[in-house]
């Protein structure tokens, strides 16, 4: 039992790390909270269920068309709506707040409110340790977002495109002084930003299928997330979704499935208490 | 090479330059004396692109700066070491001196660029895989200016060389621009009135956001007026 719910804890941990890396990214680079962050995952969801499911496509390579498109469409929403609101952030997390309801009544109208479920990749179960039973496509989808995370990672460390968002989100000015171009730095994180928050939703979707209003909780655990892993740490905001995962499964085995979001705020309060700058928090006020 | 015309700048709606004009020739070491609030880091803001002036040119190599973005003037030629060094606290010694040398004119000589910085301050090479943020207040000075050097500017500007820096530490600092030469044009901004004529060949002082004299350093060095304002004799 508990060998089980600290697996699926990861399971969902690593999803909501890949979704938080995503906020922490244009949290970091631009000083914007992309409120409809939440429905670029759902969205990628759908799009892996439209072209796997409906159009026959293989589910990896609708998986990758997915995320492409949502990170097109990130780049299309950073042009026209994000870019006019530089220099106040209030009006960008109003249109943020404005897609994400746009975006949830056209998800409604499309797809209906039945839940979507692209189809697995993979089928079967794995004996894990020997101790349980553990369906293949969650360890699957574990495995997936190991990979995109380390290889996030690894962009950040070895690229020059890493050192850039390290740079910028250091020191944006002095960024600027060493030659970057901080308006299309913004374009690509943002369109990355969202294209994290596609893998996380192509990812998962198989496991836990798609509604119109599931941005929702999506993109607040992610807020919390990088609330809880500090404020413009990557490798904090990696933790705490592991963190938010592995508690909310073991409260909802050993007390009750309903109090899910209540864990989530316990712990959120409980770090910001003893560690107000969040658990790899490094940013002075 | 370097010239600017008749120039205000603005921060929000308070002036802080008032027509200010200098000039600087190919090689040459100018400083810009004031004292604190005087306006010469907006100044530095205003050449680099981080301050659109309101009035006013900024000639450079033949080229009007004023509306280009920072990222394009510094790959025309111009660095700046900031005002507080602003090195990248986050990232090690090595990967400060690569983001200099990001633009594209730096870029194909990175190596020997940072080769050429380590042998000019050879305690960054001995730290080149620290994390800038533990280097000392001298040594960070060292990697800021390594760092403008990355991009291989035909101008380099100093805001604050000495500010806060050990006497000891600001000569050997002094020592390895002088040994640069030439081959770069200096725009140094020093509150240390003496350090900065010593280190010049000319200075233009700035008072309350204008250009107030200038003059040959070893002139103004024995100069009563200068002597009596700023080096308080
Ligand atoms: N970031 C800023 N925002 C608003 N005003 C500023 C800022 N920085 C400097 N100032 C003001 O601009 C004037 C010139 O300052 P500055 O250029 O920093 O002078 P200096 O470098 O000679 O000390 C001062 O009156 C200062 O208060
Ligand atoms: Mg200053």
């Not at chain 1, 894990?128 to 495995?143: D, E, I, M, P, S």
Request: hydrophobic content about 50%; proline content about 4%.
């Amino acid at each position: 039992m508990l060998a089980l719910s600290l697996t699926n804890g990861l399971v969902i941990g690593i999803v909501y790390a890949l979704t938080a890396l995503g906020v922490s990214l244009v949290v970091g680079i631009m000083n914007v909270v992309n409120f409809a962050h939440g429905e670029f995952y759902i969205l990628a969801g759908y799009f892996s269920y439209l072209f796997a499911h409906t159009l026959g496509i293989h589910p990896l390579a609708a998986m990758v068309i997915a995320v492409g498109l949502v990170f097109l469409l990130g780049l299309v929403v950073e042009y026209t709506l994000i870019r006019p609101t530089y220099g106040d952030d209030m009006y960008s997390l109003i249109l943020t707040f404005i897609l994400s309801i746009v975006f949830q009544s056209l998800f409604l109208l499309v797809f209906g409110p039945y839940p979507n479920k692209p189809p697995s990749w993979i089928k079967g179960a794995t004996e894990v340790f020997g101790l349980f039973h553990y369906g293949n496509q969650r360890l699957a989808a574990l495995a997936a977002g190991v990979v995109v995370i380390a290889l996030f990672f690894a962009m950040l460390k070895l690229t020059w495109f890493g050192r850039m968002i390290r740079a910028a989100a250091q020191d944006r000015e002095m960024a600027e002084l060493n030659g970057i171009n901080t308006t299309r730095l913004n374009l690509l994180s943002f369109g990355l930003g969202c294209a994290l928050a596609a893998a996380a939703g192509v990812i998962l979707a198989p496991v836990f299928p798609v509604t119109p209003t599931a941005g929702t909780p999506v993109a607040l655990t992610a807020f919390v997330c990088v609330v809880l892993g500090g404020m413009g740490s990557m490798s904090g905001c990696v933790l705490g979704g592991l963190v938010l995962g592995v508690v909310e499964n073991l409260g909802a085995a050993y007390v009750s499935t309903g109090y899910k979001h209540v864990f989530m705020f316990l712990i959120l309060i409980l770090v910001l208490l003893f560690r107000p700058a969040g658990l790899f928090g490094r940013r002075e006020v | 090479m370097f010239k600017i015309e008749n120039l205000d700048v603005f921060r929000g709606e308070t002036q802080v330059l008032w027509g200010v004009g200098l000039e600087v020739a190919p090689g040459e070491r100018v400083a810009i004396l004031g004292s604190n609030g005087a306006g010469k880091s907006s100044l530095m803001a205003a050449i680099t692109g981080l301050l659109r002036p309101r009035r006013g040119n900024i000639i450079f190599n033949d080229r009007a700066l004023v509306g280009l973005k920072p990222y394009q003037i510094t790959q025309l030629g111009i660095a700046l070491v900031p005002e507080g060094r602003r090195v990248y606290k986050g990232m090690s010694v090595r990967e400060n001196l690569e983001m200099g040398a990001f633009v594209r004119r730096g870029r194909p000589r990175l190596k020997e660029s940072i080769e050429r910085v380590f042998g000019l301050f050879p305690i960054l090479g001995q730290r080149s895989a620290q994390g800038a943020g533990t280097l000392s207040g001298g040594e960070q000075q060292m990697l800021a200016i390594g760092r403008a050097l990355m991009s291989l500017p035909d101008l380099l500007l100093i805001d604050e060389l000495s500010l806060g820096l050990a006497p000891r530490v600001t000569k050997e600092i002094y020592a390895a621009l002088a040994s640069l030469g030439s081959e770069i044009t200096v725009i140094l901004v020093e509150q240390n009135v003496e350090l900065a004529l010593r280190h010049s060949e000319r200075a233009y002082i700035v008072e309350s956001g204008r250009v107030t004299g200038h003059g040959v350093s070893t002139e103004l060095i024995d100069d009563p007026d200068i002597r009596r304002a700023y080096l308080g004799m």
